[in-house]
């Protein structure tokens, strides 16, 4: 059956299929859920938009969806992140071909302008027979926010004038909207109001939803997939530790080993990107604002200073708050010759961009795509990656299969979870309970030889916990 989609180029799609069935393999969270919920298809009826890298693993947790009964159509969270065949063969399917595709509808290619971004968003979120999604699974929060702000909009009665908007990337979001509302002045409110829930992937998008509840405008339930144990402790951290090196190697192919390398922020993500330089043999220093984090990356051994101490002297600076402006204009100004720089941050706000292409006669010279080298007029340059958008994913594959295998079996968890269960999910943010968290660990033993301790009664009793589990109290840090 004919089906609506846009990716860059179908005949990709055996080398995609090829790749995604090597990575099966190694998602062995995601095939043992296949195989508990298979028979069942407890997302019979689930219409789940998904806004997330389109990548082969991502095409192994869409595969999954649709085993377990749900409908899907999908979109990319980043214009640079999405694996070109990973999207045509999700279009054609296990069983389809590139002249006969019977897959999932997907809106997603690398590199697309921020016009086209929200309008793949806008495709994924408006289904043909327009009844539209009932459930969203979301990495960033774009998806969800375009539900809200469209609502919000409808309610108002007026788009604010996208003239007036702080980015550019809002400004065309706000257009988007403008035509939305002209079109239809109920497209939002009637989509939101068709809306289960949301599943959100990552801590910038986990911030925007309890931001959300605080101010009252959450509109639906959400589950904070990003603060499973096995997501944020496993796919921030060792999911960076291994993309990040992989990222600015594919970019630069400059030896990491004896450089110094800075690190802004020492959370999940910090701590991946730290341990990955370092392991390369970088001197690492890393900046931090939480007084907590920063004594953590002393005590792990790393000189902790402000990024103004270094400016001139470090070769390598990371960003990875979730935070805006932390490399400013002038900080990239007064960076020494060939200095790279790099976001693994979610959004591209945490290097000012704009203000380094703002500065008179700066150039800007495509080395190839996503690695770009910016001339100041004093002839000195900068090499900059992904064009401050998230390095792992626009300059090489971002996480391993194996670690997107815990945290996307949390996303399949938390959407039956939302879908079967609705009831017990009023509108908040919520958390997976730990049992499942445990779960999703439990999972992925095996496939490494893990051998498990269990505990005896006595002992389980003594420590106050069930043989079975949960191990730990909700408040443990880990
Ligand atoms: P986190 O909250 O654990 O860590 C961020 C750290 O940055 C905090 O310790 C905070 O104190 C620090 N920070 C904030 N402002 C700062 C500033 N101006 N200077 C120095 N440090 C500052 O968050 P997490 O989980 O590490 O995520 C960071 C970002 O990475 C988020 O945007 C998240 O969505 C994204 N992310 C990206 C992934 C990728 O594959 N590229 C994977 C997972 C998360």
Known sequence: MAFDFKVADLSLAEFGRNEIRLAEHEMPGLMAVRKEFGSQKPLRGARIMGSLHMTVQTAVLIETLVELGAEVRWVSCNIFSTQDHAAAAVVVGPDGTPDDPRGVPVFAWKGETLEEYWWCTDQALTW?????????????GDATMLVHKGAQYEKAGAVPDPATAESEEFRVFLELLRKNLAENPRKWTEIASRIKGVTEETTTGVLRLYEMQREGTLLFPAI?????????????????????????????????????AVVAGYGDVGKGCADSLRGQGARVIVTEIDPICALQAAMDGYQVTTLEDVVETADIFITATGNRDVITADHM?????????????HFDNEIDMAGLAAIPGISKIEIKPQVHEWRFPDGHSIIVLSEGRLLNLGNATGHPSFVMSNSFT?????????????DQYPIGVHVLPKHLDEKVARLHLDALGVKLTTLTKKQADYIGVDVEGPYKPDHYRY
């Open 333 to 345: 100004a007064r960076m020494k010759h060939q200095a790279i720089v790099g976001n693994i941050g």
């Open 224 to 260: 904070n997939v990003n603060d499973s144990v096995t997501k944020s402790k496993f796919d921030n951290k060792y999911g960076c530790r291994h993309s990040l090196v992989d990222g600015i190697n594919r970019a630069t192919d400059v030896l990491i080993g004896g450089k110094v």
């Open 410 to 422: 949390n996303q399949v968890i938390a959407q039956i979870e939302l879908f079967t269960k609705t």
């Open 128 to 140: 043909p027979d327009g009844e539209g999604p009932n459930m969203i699974l979301d990495d960033g």
